[in-house]
């Protein structure tokens, strides 16, 4: 290519980013969409509004869709639409058109185009699912004045980057009924993921009902389980929003719960199997050399697979250690016998074999990155968990793509660990690795996945949201939307309309702050819970066994989310207060410090009751540091016995607090540095 | 009998009921026990707790409650209890024994006593499902201190005044999901309510699944009905709970829905029927005259009726004006020739037909009082709801009695007339009637109904909770049970409760003002809305043509209740106040009025929004009113002026705003009034 006329491309190009950017400060559509012009134009929402389905709408999700929509948007303006329903007349004012009717395979086509004009919205698809697509951009344009309510005029062309978007959500370790499933399909559907991923079965449950072998139910589900009603219900509420159902049965690990039920087909004889009452890795295994075992598998899975109608078809694979298959004698000569060196070897075995039943039953199979050995075949696909934290280099998902298999990443995505949004948004899946076109198209995408060993019906929803808002644009937009302060300003808005959705990530916080002061004021445990995470990456329940599963989960701990609010404000201000103390940043600090000061007063009236004796110390220290903090820099003056005071509270808060951390305490300690350097009297 | 006995009867008796009440003042029970003392034993709550259940618990409720038990009360009090199942081990520190279980039918025994020791809690109860009140009586014991949890040592005897004590939820006029009715439940249970009346069908929605006449589903009901897996799922839910369910299908009037599906049934011919949007009484009625109709009623009901075990099937018949009898020609010409005089006369025969279908289904009719006709059969339960409102001198309950009718009160129990919990506290289903044993006996109890035109699944808790605790206990307790302030205090505590069970009504306040701010600060809305109630006795929604079914009930409106907070407490404080100027009352309601005076600036900083326009004026002149009211309070000096400044804004506040009415505008009057009298200037 001639050089000037790639410089012009460039150039051009750039231009159209910084505009992208410019617009991306204007509307708050998350995620961010491909392309997106504005048209000078301004759509009233008003009573007269209508909608028209010109597509054939043969399966009825855009009937429902924009059903939904309609009602949504007279909720969220409180304007009293005459037209509840869509109709097929042509002379409507949003006018939806598409082609086809998805199947919601893979391959789903999901781009769409929508233009809103003065008087008219015309949303375009390939697919029904893309119109579904087109509604929810369109609902995040929704604006308001003082007078009315309107869609700005924009012409967005979208098209997402990765075909498979996913949430998991484990419904193991802490079983989720089916409301909480459909309000976070809601959700989902909302940022545009299309793959539900149900983790149904784990050591502490086998949560699906089952006609062949009802011991699973009867023996291993403490009686929270799905019936096939339920599950053919969440499955149709699931293609009705345009996403996929990838049903998981984790074998032949993670099988406390499935040997609880039918011990005879475990790994170690005269073993007394249970449902698992706490987390981790366990011992208990499926026998991979008894064809009982298999047999078993067959008749369950024959059973359950046409529940779920997608092509793919989760076997875990898992966390196996093998520690039961070590210690069998008839397992070590079979291994010996078949020439499988390791229990991975084995595991692939078994794997391969499950592999055979699958394909009778039309299934994909798909597996954690364990099952990725050299014989695994690779029609496979590699569901890549494992990553710096296991011990890896990285991921798995490129050497996945690079020896052939479809894959899908998860490594980044484990919003359990309670990390900040910065921290899941700012992991590309590709990143910097050079793939050829073919290993390029079997990166499939990515799922975020929501362990539940932590979480209740009560919490999942804070835990899931609003990160996953933000991870959902990391897979749909293009690669260049990475500005962190932009994404969290448009998170704001978005995470409002998903509590609209019945998210209830905001108002659960203080149904468990009330619960914890008994009806008594719940102010100074806001602002306390505004500086307090959860201890993050697992060192909440250490070993796995500081919470039982029925332990519980009503603590100060569940009412706090990672970015706690005022943390990530008073951090920003005091490293802008570091650089320039003559900034803004100098209230705002001495603001925050006078609140903390004040708190404690408040939490005194309210702490005669032992859930909060915990909190005390914190509190307390809190405070202290507070007051000595703000006089030293209101007066530029601060004593040695002061400093060794402030020394003191800052290291006691460092300690985690009723399984908390205060993050604030970095900045507290920076200050305090800066009032040693600056104010110290000698 | 001898006089004297009598007087120390008496006197014991008196003595008796004042310890009763100096008890109530002391612990939160709701509803009141019928006897409870105190033993000087304190049980402590902490993690070797354990539950042991020695009664035959064939059924598995007492299982599922205990275990569910087992969690609240962790979760209440965040005590990890080691042992998260009961037992059957006689050494549990909890032992509940129960004689038999429970066939839910009418006549079930749901005593039980309580007798909690200092290492040792005792239920005993004749049922299963006397044993779970006596769990939610336990549970409402659980008190704190400093160190620990515990329950106080009391002895409770109890045993319900009234066998049939009800919620009704109408799921016609706003579908309410699965999830809805589930934890409306849980909250019944609490307040040990014993009867969930279905109301399913309505002029806005059929809204059970036919197999036989399947266009019900598919024509009228917009897709919101209730697969039969899903009825026998919330029929076995609630039994679990020992709660019984009756279905109502309302016939043959209110029938819109249900003729848009099969008009052919109507009683009018060329007539277009189609699900109604608006609320009202309608005219769509079933045709009585033709033998279709009962061949159509008799497959749907032997399809239906085995969903619902219940021995009761409500069959409605309210509200039917017959207009299109009246109309037909052929209608007119049958009630001729068989001799009907009236329309009411031929809707019996109607019933009587009814009765028969009901019969061969071993169901029991039951309907609205409009079918209490003199020719009606004795066999039928009259549910009287009724009264002065509709124009009668009162409830048709005591006529349905002694008329020779078994019957349920609900008139006085309507809570969505959105009066206060002191006025429907304050209804006794018998009142001063002098009855006879029989005629007594034949009053089953009552049943307080949330009909739903004005609520979705976003508002209906807040509609139906608190207030339908304090009316259970008046199905519940004993008659003497009536001191309001003490209600009121418990209740405080209960709502709190309900909101731990997953009832909404808290927490969705602030959902529904997060929504009309767009996320800004909400304090000011919950100020006003805290004196706000929403318009009374069907006055929002006049004529029932303001709202549609599909309108937003996202408004302030729907962020009030009845019973509105502030406005309880200044009012009390007016009055005191007027009586002594010298209380506290002073300070109080000064402090308000320096609150709402205030308020206006931060409402300001909110309202550039154009679903916060009609609270401008409220807001506004609240602040002009209290500003001005504070001054000449303070100053003890009123201007001519101000005084004619304060009476015009008096006479805007008296003027609904956004569908609410600011209800403490009569105390502000009252307070000019003071000022007029004492400090105007002359």
Not at 228 to 237: G, M, N, P
Not at 502 to 520: S, Y
Not at 618 to 630: E, G, I, M, P, R
């Amino acid at each position: 290519m001639n050089r000037i006329i790639l410089i012009i491309i460039i150039g051009l190009f750039s231009q159209f980013a910084a505009s992208q950017h410019a617009l991306s400060e204007k509307y708050n559509l998350m995620p961010w969409p491909q392309e997106i012009q504005e048209n000078n134009s301004k759509f009233s929402i008003n009573e007269a509004l209508t909608v028209a389905i010109l597509g054939n709408d043969s399966k009825g999700r855009v009937q429902k869709a924009t059903t939904k929509f309609l009602r949504r948007l007279a909720d969220r303006t409180g304007v009293f639409i005459n037209t509840g329903f869509p109709t097929k007349n042509n002379t409507a004012s949003i006018k939806i058109d598409f082609q086809t009717v998805s199947d919601l395979t893979i391959n789903q086509d999901e781009s769409y185009n929508l233009d809103i004009k003065n008087k008219e919205v015309l949303i375009q698809a390939k697919t029904d699912v893309g119109a579904l697509r087109a509604l929810e951009t369109l609902l995040q344009l929704t604006t308001y004045s003082n007078t009315e309510n309107y869609f700005p005029g924009v012409t967005i062309q979208d098209t997402p980057r990765f075909v498979w978007r996913g949430l998991l959500i484990d419904v193991a370790r802490h079983f989720q009924p089916v409301s909480v499933i459909k309000r976070n399909l809601d959700a989902m559907a909302a940022v545009k993921l299309n793959v539900f991923h149900w983790h149904l079965t784990d050591d502490q449950g086998f949560r699906v009902e089952s006609n062949t072998y009802p011991k699973l139910q009867e023996l291993a589900s403490d009686g929270l389980y799905y019936t096939h009603a339920q599950i053919k219900d969440v499955v149709q509420y699931a293609s009705d929003l345009g996403i996929r159902v990838i049903p998981e049965f984790d074998v032949p690990g993670h099988a406390s719960a499935f040997l609880s039920a039918y011990p005879e087909l475990g790994s170690k004889d005269n073993y007394t199997y249970s449902i698992e009452r706490y987390a981790g890795v366990f011992d208990p295994t499926l026998n991979p050399i008894k064809e009982e075992t298999y047999v078993f598998l067959e008749k369950l899975f024959t059973e359950i697979a046409p529940l779920f109608p997608d092509e793919y078809f989760h076997i875990g694979g898992d966390e196996n250690e093998g520690k039961h298959w070590t210690e069998s004698k008839e397992i070590t000569a079979f291994k010996k016998k078949n020439n499988l060196k390791t229990n991975h070897d084995l595991q692939t075995f078994f794997n391969i074999r499950l592999e055979k039943i699958l394909k009778k039953l039309d299934k994909k199979l798909m597996g954690w990155d364990e099952i990725m050995t050299p014989t695994m075949p690779k029609t496979a696909v590699i569901h890549s968990w494992r990553g710096t934290h296991e011990g890896l280099k990285s991921s798995t998902l490129i050497e996945a793509a690079k020896k052939g298999y479809s894959t899908v990443l998860s490594n980044g995505y484990y919003i359990d660990r309670m990390l900040s949004v910065k921290h899941h948004y700012t992991v590309d899946p590709i990143g910097d690795a050079v793939l050829t076109k073919a290993e390029r198209k079997r990166i499939l995408g990515a799922e975020t996945t929501m362990w539940s060993e932590l979480v209740t019906p009560l919490t999942i929803d804070s835990r899931i949201w609003p990160r996953t808002a933000a991870i959902a644009e990391r897979y749909w937009s293009a690669k260049e939307v990475t500005d962190v302060d932009n994404m969290q300003r448009r998170l704001q808005k978005v995470s409002l309309q998903l509590e609209e959705l019945g998210i209830t990530h905001i108002r659960n916080k203080d149904v468990i702050l009330r619960n914890m002061t008994k009806g008594k004021d719940i102010t100074s445990l806001i602002t306390l819970s505004n500086i307090c995470e959860p201890l993050k990456v697992y060192s909440r329940n250490k070993g796995g066994t500081e919470y039982k599963s029925f332990s519980p989960f009503t603590l100060f701990a569940d009412a706090c989310v990672a970015d706690a609010k005022d943390a990530v404000a008073f951090n920003k201000n005091v490293t802008q207060y570091l650089k320039d103390k003559n900034s803004d940043a100098s209230f705002i600090i001495n603001e925050y410090l006078a609140k903390w000061t004040e708190n404690h007063k408040a939490f005194q009236k309210i702490s005669n009751n032992s859930i909060l004796q915990p909190l005390k110390p914190l509190s307390q220290n809190l405070a202290a540091l507070s007051k000595s903090l703000q006089t030293s820099l209101q007066n530029k003056k601060m004593t040695k016995e002061e400093f060794s005071q402030c020394e003191n509270y800052i290291k006691q808060l460092k300690e985690p607090f009723a399984d908390t951390e205060v993050v604030i305490v970095a900045a507290l300690q920076k200050l305090l540095l800066y009032c040693e350097a600056k104010y110290l009297v000698k």
